[in-house]
């Protein structure tokens, strides 16, 4: 089926935000890696990823609270334990399989044993994990690029109680391959399959509060299982 005038604009609009924002984090990455650079210039990364729709909104002249690109406050309980308890629940069901299939992965293809070596500094693995990458990235992600493709990609297949359409499909493909933008890996395009279910829970849910704390629990997770199989060093 043909696009029609707007999802081609809309498409248009989403990957030239997603390149635009890749391409200057990329940069800021390169000065602080490549050229020495300060780390405290890493902290234009979650800028960029938070601020840059809210600016896109201003300019297209629409209100940026009519997308989910903040958290609600603590204050406000409910959300918080919604998203959690969805959160009990997945990580309940995944867990036992993701831990048997690290293992072996990690043993039988790359050879490496599990050593018993916990991260140093765990306080700051979360927090970084949370603050640093999960929440800006689920704002950018799922915040705007998935609200708004969903805008003109109707959203009309119900998969476990949340309707969901293209847009969260293009999404996922996006923020797989937009990794490897910043920094090559070859194995990049597995991020994919998580990325479902972050984008999964943005529709279930209404907000990104779920993604964002599964979006975190599953790169802390994997980071102490690296740092436990001795993949990489404890700090």
């Not at 997603?18 to 234009?44: D, K, N, T, Y």
């Amino acid at each position: 089926m043909a696009l029609t005038v707007d999802q081609r604009a809309v498409i248009a609009e989403v990957l030239a935000l997603w390149l635009g924002v890749l391409v200057l984090i990329r940069g800021v990455v390169a000065l602080v890696q490549g050229a020495g650079f300060h780390e405290v210039f890493l902290a234009a990364v979650p800028i960029l990823f938070m601020y840059a729709p809210v600016a896109l909104c201003r300019w297209r002249g629409v209100d940026s609270y009519s997308y989910p690109l903040a958290l609600p406050a603590f204050r406000d309980g409910r959300p918080w334990w919604d998203a959690f308890r969805l959160n009990l629940i997945i990580v309940a069901i995944i867990i036992i399989p993701w831990l048997v299939g690290y293992h072996y992965w990690q043993n039988l293809v790359f050879g490496y044993e599990y050593e018993g070596i916990w991260p140093s500094e765990p306080v700051k693995l979360i927090g970084y994990h949370l603050f640093f990458v999960a929440i800006p990235e689920e704002f950018f992600y799922r915040g705007y690029l998935q609200t708004r493709l969903d805008e003109v990609f109707e959203p009309r297949w119900k998969i476990f109680g949340a309707m969901l359409g293209p847009g969260w499909l293009i999404t996922c493909v996006i923020f797989a391959f937009g990794h490897s933008i910043v920094q090559f890996q070859w194995w990049h395009f597995a991020i994919f399959f998580p990325s479902l279910v972050f984008g999964w829970m943005r529709a279930r849910t209404g907000g990104i509060v779920a993604g964002a704390l599964f979006h975190a629990w599953s790169n802390i997770t994997v980071s102490i299982l690296d740092t436990l199989y001795g993949i990489v060093p404890p700090n």
